[in-house]
């Protein structure tokens, strides 16, 4: 397997870390709580407010911490919190409600979506099936955009408007914002007269297909992620998280690649922060080389020469064969992902945690990502291979498409670039925030494989 490694073009030559790039995103979070305070006070009249975060910046807490400023204000009697799959919302829920009380925030989920709920979700807040079970008291009521767009007219019927007097909410929060397409958010975007959009600019746009514009106007995209319609709308205010708690240091120069028009992004982890330690033995040559390459941080592009002529762009066997073989490796000489734990406040508390491939931790700890749905049902069937070979427990390894894998989070991503085998570029695997999901999941280490 021939391979050579070359300097990254994006290197970082300043940065700052640990507490002084923390407190950036704590200082551009009170500033957002200002201008909403502003709003609610009716100093000013912005319809929305944007807060743009890069990958991994922490912008669930900062909306959590906007929920709890704008409940606290006199004339907030509710507020609402959606976002556009279960998977966003329900975490929210729980943070919500262990922070506010169950009494006070309530989860409106449809029927058959009850089995999906995370253990211990039902102690921590109230869960509503239908419209009469949410509680009259309810401050917060949270929902996919699908449910408050149904259940709506009726909770305003049974509950009646907000301190406003005459919307159902008096801010609607709209976590992940860019995954949400305008047409879905304009059939929410009444519910409250202040609506306020969190989410990573960077992810992938929304999955409808947006080859053809509305009615032959091409100014108008009904699929567009809907905050890019408001870019520099007077009645929309917005800025930037400057700072991401996701990646290691070496890492940096690529996540501001994606990010090239932001101000100034810089991360909490300093280079001592994470780290891979490779085993002492169990595999040496050329797929040790590539590890100790991944160890480093530094994110890794291997182009594997020489090989058998693919199927098809998405059905490329002999790669994937190569990517088994490099995780094989890896397992079998074994690994630890060490991070440091750190305060409130973005310091190193002096604490570190270890991860394995017997104890993965909360994130899974590999995540082999690939583009199109037949590549993910091989590197599937590569993963379920691992598991059994090496008795590998739920949260070691993964396999998942890029667009599912978005908003997740995983100590060393194994992925097929996007580009890999193609003989043109189309909307599909040329997209920008394709690539950028794929390399902005990782805290350790990122190996992506191409021919």
């Not at 305003?156 to 008096?170: H, I, Q, T, V």
């Not at 600019?201 to 100014?219: A, E, F, I, T, Y």
């Not at 017997?358 to 691992?386: E, Y």
Request: charged fraction near 20%.
């Amino acid at each position: 397997m021939p391979f050579s490694f070359s300097v990254p073009v994006a290197a970082v030559s300043s940065a700052v870390h640990h507490s002084d790039a923390a407190i950036r995103n704590v200082e551009v979070t009170t500033n957002a709580i200002g201008a909403l305070q502003d709003v609610l006070d009716g100093v000013e009249s912005y319809e929305r407010l944007l807060l743009k975060a890069a990958a991994g910046a922490g912008k669930s807490f900062a909306l959590r911490r906007l929920v709890r400023e704008a409940i606290a204000h006199p004339g907030v009697t509710r507020v609402g919190v959606t976002a556009f799959a279960n998977k966003q919302v329900f975490p929210l829920a729980a943070a919500l409600g262990k922070e506010l009380g169950a009494a006070k925030v309530c989860l409106s989920v449809a029927k058959e979506r009850l089995p999906d709920l995370p253990v211990g979700l039902t102690s921590v807040c109230t869960v509503a099936v239908t419209a009469k079970d949410v509680p009259d008291d309810a401050v917060v009521i949270l929902g996919t955009t699908h449910k408050l767009q149904g259940s709506a007219p009726w909770l305003l019927k049974l509950l009646g408007p907000a301190g406003n007097g005459d919307r159902l909410f008096d801010v609607l929060f709209v976590d992940e914002a860019w995954q949400l397409p305008l047409h879905r958010y304009r059939r929410i975007d009444r519910l409250a007269p202040l609506v306020v959009g969190v989410g990573d600019v960077g992810q992938l746009p929304p999955l409808d297909s947006s080859q053809n514009p509305w009615r032959g106007d091409s100014r108008y995209n009904p699929y567009r992620a809907w905050p890019t319609v408001y870019e520099g709308d007077d009645r929309t205010w917005a800025v930037e998280l400057p700072a991401v708690w996701r990646p290691n240091a070496r890492q940096l120069g690529l996540w501001r690649a994606f990010y090239a028009e932001w101000e100034s992004l810089d991360c909490v982890a300093a280079a001592p922060d994470r780290s891979i330690e490779l085993g002492p033995g169990g595999f040496g040559g050329a797929s040790r080389t590539v590890w100790e390459q991944v160890a480093t941080g530094t994110p890794t592009l291997l182009e594997v020469a020489d090989l058998p002529d693919p199927e098809a762009p998405d059905v490329d066997l002999p790669l994937m064969n190569q990517l088994e073989a490099l995780l094989d490796e890896l397992i079998s000489g074994g690994f630890v992902v060490r991070q440091a734990l750190y305060d409130e406040h973005g310091n190193p508390s002096g604490e570190t945690a270890d991860a394995t491939v017997t104890t993965p931790g909360s994130d899974p700890l590999i995540a082999v990502l690939a583009t199109r749905n037949q590549a993910v049902d091989d590197a599937q069937d590569v993963v379920d291979r691992l598991v059994i070979k090496h008795g590998l427990p739920d949260g070691a390894i993964i396999a998942s498409t890029v667009d599912s894998w978005q908003g997740q989070t995983n100590g060393i991503t194994v992925a097929i670039h996007p580009l890999s085998g193609a003989s043109a570029l189309d909307e599909f695997n040329s997209a920008f925030g394709r690539l950028a999901v794929t390399c902005t999941r990782a805290t350790h280490g990122l190996l992506l494989l191409s021919r």
